[in-house]
């Protein structure tokens, strides 16, 4: 091939685009002289005709002046190219850092672990629970409202709560004595909040279930018992298609609340389906009490513990203990960390489990047939309870609730459960039915925490918690049950335990720093359950989200088990219904779709049977 059918098809290549910048040849002299014309020797003689057109014809492009517009075209793409590449980087990494630094926000706040996020690729049809649709990546944050339908948050888990933070009002603040409590917020400067806010977890409020929010979607807010279909839409499943458990645990300086959370993962059979959320209520630099969250060993010297194991699946909401108020408030912030999960157990921060406790705790419920139940109970004494080297439970008896009174004075005169009988059940093969709710040991479905959340201005009330938390749980539908096996065990101060439980420090210790909130917490719960003196007023604040529901009527509660709200006064005995009699009586009513006792079939009243006719 001669060099000049060479150059035309480079120039044809030009001309077409597709020549790269390496390949457009430096025109040299040579070049331009072989791109001039030249009149052939063997030309014939033109005539004047011939002359004139030659004078108008346009002369031809040289070879040279193509080859140079062909390297320009080239050289204009490849710039427009490259800044367009650079445009691309520079919005993507501007993005990127925003949206860093957004989930950064309030990380000295709230203790955060690598979250492990179980991320929905797709979705196909007729998908059952259980199927691999699910995948994990690590350090993935992911908020409720965030997931834009049902399906997909029930195949995300963990959810954490650690970034998802709101304001609120402090409830000791709040309802302290004005007066006493600004001076003693002078007195505490820098350390007790000047305008007597909170930043805490926000509640589960995920967009898929409504505009108006997951409580309307679930009986409208307590309006109505909610439906099977309802319940069914709520609670989670793990990456093996496990149903999920939330345990939350409120602990104030207690020494136990990490022996506590470590004991719940090591002693379940599938700990990877829980989630734990911890309110640790502690005094910075106190070394007596070690962090709740974290192992007692640093993972890098022994991540075999079973809280560096699972630390992706523990929350952690630190308080300043001297922003404690009570069980009530620190479970109400417990209650905030709730994320979707299939089950809800709330327990003390010094409670021991016993091997398996969660496939135990699991098949007791399922055998109620009751979608509404809610086991709980008084926990036993944990003394020769665990078999030290099995952790088998060898305790000969389980409690049951049946004992209530009024007890205190005044204002402060409230219903409180006494000590709780135990002994072997009478009924086997199934949990047994009793009136009242206990705070220690609660295990439900994941929907009576989103219907039934604790109160959030109730500061400086202990006793009087599980009548008001027990009360609206059973207007909402819920029915109490007791295990017939127990899978945990309290850590009182008593026995072995006396002496080391009588040093741990208690939230009492605040009681002077918010004068006069105990008053209106009191007056606040019963004035809601209906407990106090009729013609108190109380503060009423946000009660449509705390208050009581219209599944049942609250004078039914009283009616069923003998408690004289009008007279303070109860029907003593009640153990003695409560049991085979208890259960004859109510559990034929049951409804069919097993959501809950129908109590609109039954009329019926306790009265003492030792009681002296009057």
């Not at 993972?299 to 699972?310: G, N, S, T």
Request: glycine share 8%; hydrophobic share 35%.
């Amino acid at each position: 091939m001669s060099g000049t059918a060479g150059d035309t098809d480079r120039d044809k290549e030009a001309i077409d685009g597709n020549v790269l910048l390496d390949e457009v040849p430096l025109i040299t002299p040579a070049d331009a002289a072989i791109a001039l014309p030249v009149a052939s020797g063997n030309a014939a003689p033109s005539s004047n005709n011939s002359r004139r057109s030659r004078k108008n014809r346009k002369p031809p492009e040289s070879q040279a002046k193509r080859r140079l517009e062909a390297m320009a075209n080239s050289m204009d793409h490849k710039l427009a190219a490259a800044f367009i590449v650079v445009l691309v980087l520079y919005a993507t990494i501007t993005l990127g850092t925003w949206m860093r630094l957004e989930r950064q926000a309030f990380t000295n706040v709230v203790e955060e672990h690598t979250a492990v996020h179980v991320e929905l690729l797709h979705a196909p049809e007729n998908v059952a629970h259980g199927d691999s649709v699910v995948v994990l990546s690590q350090g993935h944050y992911t908020r409720a409202e965030d997931i834009p339908d049902i399906f997909t948050i029930q195949h995300t888990f963990p959810i954490h709560s650690s970034n998802d933070l709101e304001v609120i009002d402090h409830p000791g603040i709040l309802l302290a004595n004005e007066k006493s409590m600004k001076a003693i917020i002078e007195e505490h400067e820098g350390i007790l909040p000047a305008d007597g806010k909170m930043l805490v977890p926000k509640f589960w409020k995920p967009t898929c279930y409504g505009a108006k929010g997951v409580r309307y979607f679930l009986g409208n807010h307590g309006d109505e018992l909610i439906t099977p279909e309802q319940a069914a839409q709520i609670g989670s499943y793990n990456h093996e298609g496990l149903e999920t458990i939330f345990v939350s645990v409120a602990s104030y300086r207690d020494p136990e609340c990490q022996p506590t959370v470590s004991d719940i993962f090591e002693r379940a059979d599938h700990p990877e389906r829980i989630r734990v959320a911890i309110v640790d209520q502690r005094v910075e630099g106190d070394d007596t009490v070690p962090p709740c969250g974290k192992a007692p060993i640093p993972c890098d010297q022994d991540p075999e513990q079973a809280m560096c194991k699972y630390a992706h699946l523990i929350d952690v909401f630190t308080v300043d203990a001297i922003l404690s108020v009570g069980p009530v408030f620190a479970r109400h912030l417990a209650n905030r960390m709730y994320r979707g999960e299939y089950y809800a157990m709330q327990v003390d921060s010094h409670v021991r489990f016993i091997e398996h406790w969660d496939t135990s705790l699991l098949d007791q419920w399922k055998s109620a047939q009751n979608e509404m139940a809610v086991m709980t109970t008084y926990l036993s004494d944990i003394t020769d309870s665990i078999d030290p080297v099995t952790h088998a439970n060898i305790h000969p008896g389980r409690p049951i609730m049946c004992k209530t009174d009024y007890e205190g004075s005044g204002k402060l005169k409230h219903l409180r459960h006494g000590q709780q009988p135990e002994g072997q059940p009478g009924i086997h093969g199934e949990p047994t039915l009793h009136p009242f709710w206990a705070a220690g040991f609660s295990f439900a479905r994941g929907h009576f925490v989103i219907q039934v959340p604790y109160d959030q201005f109730e500061p400086m009330v202990f006793q009087g918690e599980e009548i008001f938390m027990g009360l609206r749980g059973w207007t909402y539908g819920y029915d109490y049950y007791t295990a017939e096996s127990s899978v945990a065990f309290h850590m009182y101060a008593i026995k072995d335990n006396k002496e080391k439980r009588k040093k741990v420090k208690l939230f009492w210790e605040n009681s002077n720093l918010y004068p006069g909130s105990a008053v209106q917490g009191m007056k606040r719960l019963n004035g809601i359950i209906g407990t106090g003196d009729p013609g108190d007023t109380y503060y009423d604040a946000e009660e449509f989200d705390y208050g009581l529901g219209k599944v049942r009527p609250k004078e039914q509660f009283y009616k069923l088990y003998g408690i004289h709200t009008e007279t303070q006064t109860v029907e003593d005995h009640l153990c003695t219904f409560v049991g085979k009699p208890m259960m004859n009586l109510f559990k034929p009513h049951l409804r069919k779709n097993r959501m809950g006792i129908d109590f609109s079939k039954i009329d019926f009243e306790y009265k003492d049977p030792q009681a002296k006719p009057k």
